[in-house]
């Protein structure tokens, strides 16, 4: 993994943000993933995110496992705290971390294999917590970093570099969060900065477990003519299912309301998502609708984008398991120890 600093020199013009801070100080060091590799894209995607929103840098944890996605945090928020764990155990270190200070903004980025092979159980569970985070998984259909074979989200009838065909069903991540409960699901594509930023900008401010898939291109592996992940079959076969624009509530919000057009759903701190569905009657606030909608587009071979399912709450597994405000790291003493009477109190209630 490279730690090569990127040159500071910056033009003076660089438009700045709320807090003062220009898009380069939001950059991490030199990426050493592949000319062109969709990463790259989602990391200039995440960069742009963390900049419009105007969060720190030193407020914010960045998390991984292995493989060339668990790689990328290296690349952007060079000030911010970071840890590249073990295969498929990313999720399990953010729960912990967001459990000793749920005062940061928590982002985990994961890829295929890292999330549906080793780590499916971890992903699941995360999910069921609803641990405030907003996952990453950079899907691309291969472990490009062992050098191309198809992972559990590989598409069947796709074909490797080497020419084989792959026989084994997929797990669609998506499919499989909407199911599990998750109260924010939505898939991004690389080559549609346009469009992914926003996602990841309501994703970064939703409150609770935010999933985002974003079909990423290996372009060493699986970037060929019979691949399901390449540039073109996305560009060809993507339906985007909604167009989503974050309007933060620092802004005056001016919309004219037209019937199956737009649908506003506001998040824990105030702000809205606004929801514009081009096909008329997709409801991203309906869990079962949005599952049976994805099945019908998968069958025609077409890939969903957009924000596909978003929940309505202030739930996260903070709320649910009442823990204590703050962070566990300075806590007063007298919440440490309150004393033998309260212990005895306590030691009551067991008798």
Not at 48 to 61: D, K, N, R, Y
Not at 108 to 128: K, M, N, V, W
Not at 160 to 165: L, N, W
Not at 301 to 319: F, I, K, N, P
């Amino acid at each position: 993994m490279s730690y090569i600093k990127k040159p500071v020199a910056r033009h003076p013009a660089l438009p700045k943000n709320a807090i003062g801070l220009t898009v380069r100080d939001y950059e991490g060091s030199l990426s050493t993933l592949c000319a062109g590799c969709g990463h790259d894209s989602t990391t200039a995607a995440i960069v742009q995110a963390f900049w419009s929103l105007g969060i720190e840098p030193h407020t914010a944890v960045k998390l991984s496992g292995i493989g060339c996605s668990s790689k990328t945090p290296t690349y952007f928020l060079g000030e911010a705290h970071g840890f590249n764990s073990v295969h498929g155990r990313m999720p399990s270190v953010a729960t912990g971390a967001n459990a000793a200070n749920q005062d940061l903004t928590y982002i985990g980025i994961s890829g295929d294999g890292d999330s549906l092979s080793i780590g499916l159980g971890q992903f699941c569970h995360a999910i069921r917590r609803n641990v405030n985070l907003a996952y990453i998984c950079e899907n691309n259909g291969v472990y490009g970093l062992t050098k191309g074979q198809f992972s559990a989200s590989a598409d069947v009838g796709s074909k490797s570099k080497k020419g084989e065909t792959n026989e084994a069903r997929p797990i669609d991540p998506v499919m499989l969060a909407i199911t599990l409960g998750a109260t924010f699901v939505a898939r991004g594509f690389s080559g549609d900065k346009g469009q992914l930023v926003p996602i990841l900008e309501a994703a970064l401010r939703h409150k609770g477990f935010a999933f985002v898939d974003v079909i990423s291109p290996c372009v060493a592996f699986n970037d060929h003519k019979g691949s399901t992940k390449s540039y073109m079959y996305t560009r060809e076969n993507y339906t985007q299912v909604t167009e989503a624009d974050l309007v933060p509530l620092r802004r005056e919000i001016i919309a004219k309301q037209v019937a199956h057009e737009a649908t506003t759903v506001k998040l824990h701190d105030g702000s809205v998502v606004t929801l514009r569905c081009p096909e008329g009657d997709y409801d991203a606030t309906d869990r079962g609708a949005a599952f049976k909608h994805l099945s019908e587009l998968k069958e025609r071979g077409e890939v969903a984008t957009g924000l596909l399912y978003v929940e309505e709450s202030d739930s996260d597994m903070h709320s649910m398991n009442r823990t204590a405000p703050g962070d566990l790291v300075a806590p007063d003493w007298d919440l440490l120890c309150p004393g033998n009477d309260r212990l005895q109190s306590l030691m009551a209630e067991f008798r």
